[in-house]
């Protein structure tokens, strides 16, 4: 069967389109919240200060992770939903263990009895990551000089202001790639990258010793586990390298600010089974709560339906 590659371009194309026109909305709204940071900075440190535009990205990344608090809410609340039938679904593999067929179909009915959706806590995922590429796309674009959004588009001023800001002798649109001389400008994008690689490894660190449980670091999955570890964290400093300095700053700020969720996240709604947890129930039990309730209240909130 002979296809014509025309058809094959055409396709691609149209669906280059439909994807551009889905992302414009989100470029409007990431250029509109700096453009009017900007505007608010402005009157203090200058328009083309790059304090100036380094604080308006602050306030983006500040903004759109508070707005997306909701979906990470949601996500968790899922994944306790899960965490709750963890023992029905260990009976029902005990059963029907040797038909797979039959465990499928009464593992999906169960989840529709109990009101819970195993991919529920994906979605707020997939949601994110178009939000997430049009970040990345108006600020690289706008520190390279092509403008991306409405605010942009509308103020090719505001992108070449952008474009030439500098922070402490770094250019906000310069990389550390190519090395065309080693500046201030690769040091601040050195720093960066440097500070986001051991900060991504500390959260992973920590999110490993103290919220998942000792199981998860056995077998081929635990390997799997210690691989990421390190894996993780090295892709900062491949990406990181060709990346301008004003999109570090937006990432080591983004991360800052998963660091510090994650922590409250682990302290206050820990994995079950963790030394997170054990830690948890002792407190909630000091202050004379029932932990059991607690959970029971966290995992119905994920429900379609009251259990």
């Known amino acids: 069967m002979h296809i014509d590659p025309m058809i094959i371009l055409n396709i691609w194309t149209e669906l280059g389109q439909v994807g551009s026109a889905i992302m414009q909305p989100l470029y409007w709204a990431v250029s509109g919240i700096i453009v009017l940071a900007h505007r608010l900075w402005s009157p203090l440190f200058g328009a083309d200060s790059g304090l100036t535009w380094t604080l308006s990205i602050v306030v983006l990344t500040v903004v759109i992770r508070t707005v997306m608090m909701p979906l990470y809410a949601k996500q968790l609340n899922s994944s306790r939903a899960m965490q709750a039938l963890q023992p029905k679904i260990q009976d029902l593999q005990a059963k029907y263990g040797a038909d797979r067929e039959r465990l499928g179909q009464e593992t999906m009915k169960m989840y529709k009895e109990e009101g819970v959706s195993p991919t529920a806590s994906c979605v707020p995922l997939l949601i994110q990551l178009p939000i997430f590429w049009a970040l990345f796309n108006v600020l690289n674009g706008a520190a390279r000089g092509t403008a991306r959004g409405k605010f942009f588009?509308?103020?090719?001023?505001?992108?070449?202001?952008?474009?030439?800001?500098?922070?402490?002798?770094?250019?906000?649109?310069?990389?550390?790639?190519?090395?065309?001389?080693?500046?201030?400008?690769?040091?601040?994008?050195?720093?960066?990258?440097?500070?986001?690689?051991?900060?991504?490894?500390?959260?992973?660190?920590?999110?490993?010793?103290?919220?998942?449980?000792?199981s998860a670091f056995e077998g081929p999955m635990g390997q799997q586990q210690k691989m990421l570890l390190?894996?993780?964290?090295?892709?900062?400093?491949?990406?990181?390298?060709?990346?301008?300095?004003?999109?570090?700053?937006?990432?080591?700020?983004?991360?800052?600010?998963?660091?510090?969720?994650?922590?409250?996240?682990?302290?206050?709604?820990?994995?079950?089974?963790?030394?997170?947890?054990?830690?948890?129930?002792?407190?909630?039990?000091?202050?004379?709560?029932d932990p059991v309730a607690i959970e029971r209240v966290r995992a119905d909130k994920a429900r379609k339906r009251p259990s």
């Open 230 to 289: 390190y894996m993780m964290p090295a892709m900062y400093i491949f990406a990181g390298v060709s990346m301008p300095v004003g999109v570090l700053v937006y990432w080591m700020i983004s991360n800052l600010w998963t660091l510090a969720q994650q922590w409250i996240i682990i302290r206050n709604y820990p994995t079950p089974g963790t030394p997170a947890y054990i830690e948890w129930e002792e407190r909630m039990v000091a202050k004379g709560k």
């Open 153 to 214: 588009v509308d103020n090719p001023d505001l992108v070449t202001s952008l474009s030439d800001a500098s922070l402490f002798g770094a250019q906000l649109s310069g990389t550390f790639l190519p090395l065309n001389g080693f500046g201030a400008t690769q040091i601040m994008a050195l720093v960066l990258i440097i500070s986001m690689t051991l900060l991504l490894f500390f959260q992973q660190l920590h999110m490993m010793r103290r919220n998942m449980p000792p």
